[in-house]
């Protein structure tokens, strides 16, 4: 419990915002479930990736590649991270309820590169309580053009 109340400490109270308070546990799991998927790219860790994601992922990625179901969808991950090497952060933003057992989490998804150089992005993460955990089902990346 003590760490439960740290962790609610840390995060903005921009993150918490829509959320209502019995929902508060359920944030920070997600919280936690994307701080392991980012951590699974990092480490090339497969086995985490594949306990994290529903048997029908999809991605959508910023090139415009559809990776459909979860080995298509590891695959791609990690000849993305061995074709664009660099430090991948996701900074949750914001955890919309879509009910009690389905989320949106739109996080901040920045990519630096060996030479210092940021990639500012943005992930959308579709998230189910699936068999008692939260489970990433969809992923949508985008990169802001700066245009209107």
Same mark, same amino acid.
């Given at each position: 419990?003590?760490?439960?109340?740290?962790?609610?400490?840390?995060?903005?109270?921009?993150?918490?915002?829509?959320?209502?308070?019995g929902q508060k546990e359920d944030a920070v799991r997600i919280h936690q479930l994307i701080d392991q998927y980012s951590e699974a790219r990092e480490k090339q860790d497969?086995?985490?990736?594949?306990?994290?994601?529903? $048997?029908?992922?999809?991605?959508?990625?910023?090139?415009?590649?559809?990776?459909?179901?979860?080995?298509? /969808?590891?695959?791609?991950?990690?000849?993305?991270?061995?074709?664009?090497?660099?430090?991948?952060?996701?900074?949750? $933003?914001?955890?919309?309820?879509?009910?009690? $057992?389905?989320?949106?989490?739109?996080?901040?998804?920045?990519?630096?590169?060996? /030479?210092?150089? $940021?990639?500012?992005?943005?992930?959308?993460?579709?998230?189910?309580?699936?068999?008692?955990?939260?489970?990433?089902?969809?992923?949508?990346?985008?990169?802001?053009?700066?245009g209107n």
């Open positions: 419990m003590k760490n439960l109340i740290w962790i609610l400490l840390i995060f903005p109270s921009i993150t918490f915002s829509q959320i209502k308070p497969t086995v985490l990736l594949k306990s994290i994601l529903t $048997e029908d992922v999809d991605q959508l990625v910023s090139s415009g590649e559809w990776r459909s179901g979860i080995r298509e /969808a590891v695959d791609g991950m990690l000849r993305s991270s061995n074709t664009n090497p660099g430090i991948r952060k996701l900074q949750v $933003e914001k955890i919309k309820f879509l009910s009690d $057992e389905a989320a949106l989490v739109d996080c901040r998804y920045i990519i630096t590169n060996t /030479a210092g150089n $940021e990639q500012n992005m943005w992930s959308s993460f579709v998230v189910v309580f699936h068999k008692r955990n939260w489970k990433i089902s969809a992923i949508r990346n985008m990169r802001p053009t700066g």
